[in-house]
């Protein structure tokens, strides 16, 4: 097939017209708020303006310059990368453990699976705030409880408690999107594999080491790149909601930076120098998701 | 499975039952929270039985928040960008796929760009494409010197000005999150799926293109359009950073920034029980949706992400 009919039906009509209408609104729709708030991001890196407006002018790199050489940008990487791994690993390894057990499981797996998945309907601010009242160092039972071991647990003042409380909130909203794909990659191993691997004597935690989980790694691969872009840009509102960057900068992660800067400092060059720098990121993030899709193709056939 | 294994199936049920009380016990903790009065939601530790106060803090949560008006806004915003995120991508993922035209490629890539960059790196130029929808034919005009051509012809002086000003609007909440091509790119996958014979009878039977895509084609993604609405609704409601900006109006706000305002500060009253409750209340329609439509819920999750 002619590369310029990829995707294209064999069984097609020749138009121009109705095609161009039936494009017409996603079209329209994207140029407004999608090509055009992204060109502009791109230009406001270079420029400078005072916080009116009033004067423009173009300053090449400076802005990112600038960005690099500021010490408050580097700990707000280093504090974005802390809470993707972290949350990442936590996540992976909760929602493997349940994908494993509810493989193994036929009467009732239903039941778990439905009762598990819950917290993918709950905005991430919700989860965001019960997990803020849980550990609240005043009236939350799971504070009153560390309090009651004699551990010192205070998310408003020190900055490693803060970075937990907001781990654990993101944690428990994400691991049951990791827990479905990973429990439909389980269900999906041909059972001959694990017939024969039984016949050779392996036992159920041995096959899933030396079958399950290798075949999963396409698998694992996606669920670490989509956490990535969870961890890096849905968790705004976990943030905003219970300890807004704080204390001291703490969980003050690149998506909560960009925001005050451009929204709150008004200082829009910085602000869309982060942005480029986050469509970056995204961009590497989707190349790699891609990967995956090429990947999948490949190990089913 | 293969042999028989008491002990490990008897663990495998413990360690989901700890992922259950992982998942129920924040949440059951949150409702006998929502159920104390303020004095007793202060003292430590918290109770394991519900109080009698629940029905009160729902009507004082519902009063303070101004539920009554953010819930239907959130319905409307949450439809909006589902109806139309749908509707929007069905017709472009049809034209790409069962039309020849000239620039197909080209507009394949144009929508496909979009899934690239989320809505969170755009932020700010995206908010002044809101706060004036015409500001890209101002530009425009501007570029074409209209202003001067006009003068030169009829020798008026004018003053384009275009304002269309879409802060505290439901277009200004709902279009910018229709933005993306992750539906269309889903709907044009099973486009490609769907039997070449079936397009090929229509046109035997002298069926129009429309004609195809109302009789044959749409009855035929109703199943994955029903997954993609499940998706886009809790997409739609649960969304944050968008409303928080483009809405200064607080009649125009959504049910989750209503709840953001009742998160108790250093500076106020420690109202949690306030607050869970109205924590619970803004959960419950996407769990409602969730639990109603689980099959097609995990089919949606599974498939949107493809």
Redesign the interface.
């Known amino acids: 097939m002619s590369?310029?009919?990829?995707?294209?039906?064999?069984?097609?009509?020749?138009?121009?017209r109705?095609?161009?209408l039936?494009?017409l609104?996603?079209?329209v729709?994207?140029?407004?708020?999608?090509?055009?708030?992204?060109l502009?991001?791109l230009t406001?890196a270079f420029l400078l303006s005072d916080p009116f407006g009033n004067t423009v002018h173009f300053v090449g790199f400076d802005n990112f310059r600038q960005l690099f050489e500021s010490a408050n940008y580097h700990e707000s990487m280093k504090v974005t990368v802390v809470f993707t791994l972290a949350q990442n690993v936590l996540t992976i390894f909760?929602a493997m453990?349940?994908a494993?057990?509810?493989d193994?499981?036929i009467r009732?797996r239903g039941v778990?699976?439905?009762?598990?998945?819950?917290?993918?309907?709950?905005?991430?601010?919700?989860a965001g705030?019960?997990?803020?009242?849980?550990f609240?160092p005043?009236?939350g039972?799971i504070a009153?409880?560390l309090h009651g071991m004699g551990i010192a647990w205070d998310p408003?003042r020190i900055g490693s408690d803060a970075m937990l409380l907001v781990v654990l909130a993101a944690s428990?909203k994400h691991?049951c999107?990791d827990y479905?794909?990973l429990l439909?990659g389980l269900l999906a191993i041909p059972s001959s594999l694990?017939?024969a691997a039984?016949v050779d004597g392996a036992?159920?935690?041995r096959r899933f080491f030396t079958v399950g989980l290798p075949l999963l790694g396409p698998t694992l691969f996606?669920l670490a790149v989509?956490n990535f872009?969870y961890g890096f840009?849905?968790i705004?509102?976990i943030i905003?909601?219970v300890t807004r960057g704080g204390p001291a900068g703490a969980t003050n992660v690149l998506?909560f930076k960009?925001?005050v800067d451009?929204?709150i400092n008004l200082d829009?060059g910085s602000?869309?120098a982060q942005?480029v720098v986050?469509?970056i990121f995204?961009?590497f993030m989707?190349l790699l998701q891609f990967r995956y899709?090429e990947r999948k193709v490949s190990y089913d056939v | 499975m293969v042999e028989r294994t008491p002990i490990l199936n008897g663990l495998c049920h413990a360690i989901m039952l700890v992922g259950v009380a992982f998942v129920c016990v924040p949440l059951y903790l949150a409702f006998v929270a929502g159920s104390l009065s303020i004095d007793d939601v202060q003292k430590v530790p918290l109770p394991w039985v519900p109080g009698d106060q629940y029905l009160e803090n729902l009507r004082t949560a519902w009063t303070q928040g101004n539920f009554g008006r953010l819930f239907i806004n959130s319905f409307i915003v949450a439809l909006g960008i589902t109806v139309g995120k749908i509707a929007v991508s069905l017709l472009s993922a049809f034209a790409i796929t069962y039309f020849r035209f000239r620039f197909r490629m080209t507009i394949f890539w144009l929508i496909f760009v979009s899934l690239m960059l989320p809505i969170e790196v755009r932020i700010s130029p995206t908010y002044e494409s809101v706060a004036n929808a015409a500001l890209p034919l101002q530009w425009l005009a501007e570029a074409l010197h209209v202003a001067s051509i006009w003068q030169w012809i009829s020798g008026h002086d004018i003053d384009i000005k275009l304002e269309w000003n879409l802060v505290n609007t439901y277009p200004g909440l709902i279009l910018p999150l229709i933005a993306s091509a992750s539906a269309t790119f889903l709907f044009r996958q099973f486009f490609l799926t769907v039997p070449d014979e079936l397009c090929e009878a229509a046109r035997l039977d002298g069926a129009s293109p429309m004609h195809f895509f109302w009789t044959i084609l749409l009855p035929l993604s109703r199943s994955n359009i029903v997954a993609l609405a499940i998706i886009l609704f809790l997409y739609g409601w649960n969304q944050y950073l968008w409303p928080l900006l483009f809405t200064t109006d607080k009649d125009m706000a959504t049910a989750v920034i209503g709840l953001k305002h009742l998160i108790p500060r250093a500076d106020s009253q420690p109202a949690w029980n306030v607050a869970m409750n109205a924590a619970l209340l803004t959960m419950l329609p996407p769990i409602i949706v969730v639990v109603a439509l689980q099959r097609s819920f995990v089919k949606g999750l599974v498939d949107s992400s493809k």
Request: net charge positive; aromatic share 16%.
């Open positions: 590369s310029a009919q990829a995707g294209l039906k064999r069984a097609h009509y020749k138009d121009a109705l095609p161009a039936l494009l609104p996603q079209l729709i994207l140029l407004l708020f999608f090509f055009i708030p992204s502009r991001a406001q909760v453990v349940l494993f057990a509810s193994r499981i009732g778990y699976r439905a009762i598990i998945l819950l917290p993918y309907a709950i905005a991430p601010v919700v705030i019960l997990w803020a009242f849980l609240n005043s009236v039972p009153h409880l408003n428990w691991v999107y479905i794909f439909a694990l017939e039984a036992g159920p935690l996606f989509m872009v840009f849905e705004f509102a905003d909601a998506v960009v925001y451009g929204f829009l602000s869309a942005s986050l469509m995204a961009l989707t899709v």
